[in-house]
């Protein structure tokens, strides 16, 4: 019992192999399998498959020739699978190339399968508000009147050929803002805040309606290139007004009569009547609603304004943005980008930053 247990000796003699007579594991491991697809959620309902193949393959042609890129080659992968994975790989390629692309459709028209690209410019969500009433102030200051004759031809030419909205116009959004916040103030119990209120109001209307007048007058638009030439900087805030000036007049000359509504597309809820127009624009931030001349940037009346347009905008679903649809169907392709919205928004917000940082009391 008090033995040491003695260890079995280990044999020597391995186990005899079995396998199969040819190597398939890595040929098994080599394979990839194609994952089940859906026609319904990939494919329009197109019909045959050899007609859907041959459009197809002719709009990935002039799609390719479009933006520059080289598909890769699927057809061998059979239909439909040739498609879903073309399609999946050009709106990688797009993504990765195309600044503003936003999404690939395949369609059929006219018992015709085609592509459509959408290429949308991101506004980056912000109120594009001109301030006035700076400028009016900027006008009767002898050191700025130069400076502002300029930053004054630059509002001309967006009123005028841009297109943008003025607060002081009836069928503006802003316009609508204004008039209900008048109808709150008037009916508030008289105080020193509901004067203060009604003063602004009154000075919102009373240098709108001058100021309008000043940019509706075309001689301030063609006299630009004239001030500019004439226009010698004293300081930075100058050859800042200088440069705006300079750059609005490149734009006007590289697109004459160009507005920024130029690349609006109709935006359609899947559910509307085509018959209703408003049922186009329901739950949708239109541009004239985010852009557009505004008396003043400061003071009660523009939080209280602000406050309410955030609160409806928040109830809004959509935006519309410039936006630029291009059909692959064969036909001629319309030459056209977001040149002119990188510029003219760029320069927008560089004049509201210009009149905001004019400092003077406005009250």
């Known amino acids: 019992m008090d033995a040491k247990t003695q260890r079995r000796k280990r044999d020597r003699q391995r ?10 594991a890595d040929g098994f491991l080599r394979t990839v399998f194609l994952p089940k697809l859906k026609p319904p959620q990939s494919l329009p309902d197109c019909g045959d498959a050899e007609k859907v193949e041959q459009d197809f393959y002719a709009s990935l042609a002039q799609l390719a020739t479009h933006y520059g890129i080289e598909p890769m080659q699927a057809r061998d992968y059979g239909y439909p699978y040739n498609i879903a994975l073309s399609l999946w790989e050009v709106q990688r390629l797009l993504r990765q190339k195309v600044r503003h692309w936003d999404n690939l459709r395949l369609v059929r028209q006219d018992n015709k399968t085609c592509l459509i690209s959408e290429e949308r410019y991101d506004t980056g969500a ?5 301030p006035i009433i700076p400028l009016f102030h900027m006008l009767k200051d002898c050191r700025f009147r130069r400076s502002s004759h300029l930053l004054l031809s630059v509002c001309s ?15 503006s959004y802003l316009y609508w803002q204004y008039d209900i916040h008048k109808n ?18 009154h000075q919102a209307e009373w240098i709108g ?11 301030n638009l ?10 010698k900087p004293a300081d930075g805030f100058d050859y800042d007004c200088w440069k705006l000036a300079t750059d609005i007049f490149s734009l006007y000359s590289d697109y004459p009569g160009h507005s920024i509504f130029r690349n609006i597309q109709l935006i359609k809820r899947p559910e509307a009547d085509e ?12 541009m004239g609603m985010y852009i557009s001349f505004v008396a003043s940037t400061q003071g009660w009346l523009y ?3 602000s406050e309410c347009i955030n609160n409806e905008f928040n109830e809004c679903g959509l935006i519309e943005e410039p936006t630029i649809i291009t059909h692959f169907d064969g036909g001629a392709l319309p030459l056209n980008d977001f040149d002119f919205e990188m510029r003219l928004f760029a320069l927008m917000e560089e004049l509201c930053y210009l009149l905001n940082s004019y400092k003077k009391t406005t009250l």
């Open 126 to 130: 912000s109120l594009y508000y001109i």
């Open 275 to 286: 018959s209703d127009y408003e049922e186009y624009y329901q739950d949708t931030i239109r």
């Open 222 to 231: 063609t006299r630009l290139k004239a001030r500019l030439d004439s226009y």
């Open 303 to 305: 939080e209280m304004l």
């Open 184 to 201: 709150w103030v008037e009916e508030e119990p008289e105080d020193e805040a509901t004067r203060t209120y009604k003063r602004e109001l």
């Open 15 to 24: 186990q005899t192999q079995v396998g199969t007579n040819f190597q398939v």
């Open 157 to 171: 030419y967006l009123y005028h050929i841009a297109k943008v909205p003025y607060y002081r116009q009836e069928d």
């Open 209 to 219: 309606k001058r100021m309008e007048q000043k940019m509706r007058n075309r001689r």
